[in-house]
Each structure stands twice: as C-alpha cells, then as structure tokens.
C-alpha cells in the first residue's frame, strides 16, 4: 500500500481523485469507482502497489502493437481493478471484482523484479496492460523509470480516460499507446462502459501532441457501434485528429461476460470497416480476432506491397528496411526494429 499520486485533500477528511477524468470525491474509509484508490483518514493510498495479478511474456502484436516494435516479446502485467464497467470485458474476473476485495489479490512484484524479469526474457517493452493501468499508475510510472534507464520501452494499452495531469506527469516515460476508441456515441459509453466519449478524445489528442506514439482499437460490436456511419466517423477522427499514420485496429466481437446474447461480428462488416479506413486514408488499418485475414498484415500505403506478413500473433517476414519500403522507398511510421529472428535491426 502505498500513498497515491495526483489527489487533493478536502474538508472532513474528504479526498478528490485526479488521476482519471472520474475525478472521483471519496469520503473517509472509502474507495474510488475503480475500487483499488481508498481513502483513509483523508489521506488516498493505492492498495494495488507491487501486486501483480498477471504477469506474462507476450507477442507485441497481442497488446495490439502492428507499428511498434513488431515481432518482440513484451513482458506484461496487471494489477485487480478498473475505472470502466464494460459490459463486453474480456477480463472481467480480474478487473470487476476489486469492490469485494479487502485485501487486493496478487503476487508481491515490486518494479525492479518487473523490469529485471523483462531484461532476463529478452523483452524489448513492458507493457501496462489486462486491466485499465491507468487505476495502478503509480506502480507503473516507478516500473517505468526504471525500465527507461534500461532501454526497455513502455507501452499502455488503454481505455483512455485518464487525466490531463497523469499524461503530462507520464510523457517523459510514455513510450507508446494502444487506445481502446470503443464507439463514437455517449450513449454507448454511458450505458456499456458506465463513461463518457470526450475524455477519451482528449486524451488522443494529447497523446499525438507530447510525441507518443498511438495505436487506436475498436471492437465492433453487432448492434451496438457497428454502423457504418459511426465507423466513418471513427476512421476521420483518427485521420483528422491524429494523423494518417495513426493505425487503427479493428476488432471482431466474440459474445462475452454480460453480452452473451448477442451474435459474433460478420466477417464482411470488418472487412467493410477496414474498406472504409483505407478509403478515409488511414495507412494502416488491420483486422482483429480473425486468423489468417488479410488485415493481419502491414501493406505499404503507396504501393501496397506485402511489408510485414502475420499469422495471429506471429510475425513470420519483416521486409521493411530503414524502415522504409524495399519497393517504392516510401517511408513507413513507427518503430519497426525487430525482425522474427529477436535480432534487432536499428
């Protein structure tokens, strides 16, 4: 248990949250909506400090990363707890349970075990990631210097709806971000996530503009965000706002946690979201959740040729080189150092 960051003290003992856009004012003995930040005795301590409720070895390409450092390992972890109730969560048992928790479940994995486990698994990245990381900030701004005077990356893998403050405090450390852009209605993001869509917005924005590099998700749900006006509008938001190179995953729904009743995600409407991402002129746009599909691989935006080919999670050929295409010399964005063999290429 340790002290939280980015809180104000009130009056009777009272204390106000400023680490996501909940801003949430929490009374004495009591916790945030992300049920792991308590309040005692007007001082607010994270209760999920240095315990790990996963910790992994992942392929990048499982975060998703497709332009950052593709075909590397990148050692993952997570504590219990969230800020957003999502009625879809794939990871529900430990994110959507922390209100009942007194003591916070977890192996004891203090930020130098976490960076010293990364740099024995040959792991170019850690990645924040399972849960919302942003509830363990703390935990994982300390992993984070420590991983910097490493040479190992951070990556956050995120539902975006954290504070302006907690970006700015983070960018010197923040090497890259994977947002979940989960729809582009309130009315989605109120009555599915129990949040709201502007903050989410914002803090795309604020990403792009202090250098970090953003990945944007979305899994398209049947009946919920999948027309095809609101994914034009998500694909000119990207575009628009964040810039051509920004990639965008797009992610087919499998019936999940509390939405069991509605059908999987028609092959054809991903792969009409990706026409329509590719027709906005959005560089890159991939398919999730759909083994061996086109969309898994990274195709030149100038010429189309096939520069990195994917099966799942497995980067089986990177032809980038200098990270430029070999066949036309157009430039392609991000870090692209890792070829499949884990040898880097700089």
Same mark, same amino acid.
């Given at each position: 248990m340790n002290e939280a960051m980015l809180y104000k003290k009130l009056e009777d003992k009272k204390v106000k949250c400023g680490?996501?856009?909940?801003?949430?004012?929490? !009374?004495? +003995?009591? %916790?945030? /909506?992300?049920?792991? %930040?308590?309040? %005692?005795?007007?001082?607010?301590?994270s209760l999920v400090y240095g315990k790990a409720i996963a910790a992994h070895i992942d392929p990048i390409e499982k975060k998703p990363f497709f332009n950052y450092l593709p075909g590397s390992k990148s050692f993952s972890i997570a504590t219990t707890g969230c800020n957003f109730r999502c009625k879809f969560c794939q990871n529900w048992q430990i994110s959507q349970k922390a209100d009942s928790y007194k003591e916070m479940p977890g192996e004891n994995l203090p930020p130098e075990d976490v960076v010293r486990? !990364?740099?024995? $698994?040959?792991?170019e990245s850690i990645a924040y990631t399972y849960t919302e990381p942003t509830i363990f900030f703390e935990y994982a701004y300390d992993t984070s210097i420590l991983a910097k005077k490493e +040479? /190992? !990356? $951070?990556?956050?893998? @995120?539902n975006g709806f954290m504070s302006e403050e907690m970006l700015r405090i983070y960018k010197k450390y923040l090497n890259a971000a994977n947002v979940d852009l989960k729809a582009f209605t309130d009315r989605f993001y109120g009555e599915i996530c129990s949040a709201s869509l502007e903050p989410v917005l914002n803090s795309l924005r604020l990403m792009k503009k202090l250098g970090i590099w953003v990945e944007v998700t979305t899994l398209v749900i049947p009946t919920l965000n999948d027309s095809m006006d609101e994914l034009r509008q998500i694909a000119e938001f990207i575009k628009n706002e964040l810039g051509n190179e920004t990639p965008w995953h797009i992610s087919r729904f499998y019936p999940h946690y509390r939405l069991k009743n509605l059908p999987q995600t028609d092959i054809e409407t991903i792969h009409r979201a990706r026409e329509i991402g590719l027709d906005t002129g959005l560089r890159y746009v991939y398919t999730g959740n759909i083994p061996g599909d086109i969309g898994e691989n990274t195709y030149c935006y100038n010429c189309n040729e096939l520069l990195i080919k994917r099966y799942?999670? @497995?980067?089986?050929? $990177? %032809? /980038?080189?200098?990270?430029?295409?070999? $066949?036309?010399? !157009?430039?392609?964005?991000g870090r692209l150092l890792v070829d499949i063999e884990g040898l880097i290429k700089k």
């Open positions: 680490l996501c856009s909940h801003g949430c004012t929490i !009374a004495d +003995g009591k %916790r945030g /909506i992300c049920g792991v %930040r308590e309040n %005692r005795k007007g001082t607010l301590y486990l !990364a740099k024995e $698994n040959n792991c +040479g /190992i !990356a $951070n990556l956050y893998v @995120t799942l999670f @497995t980067v089986y050929e $990177n %032809r /980038i080189e200098d990270s430029k295409c070999p $066949n036309c010399g !157009a430039k392609i964005d």
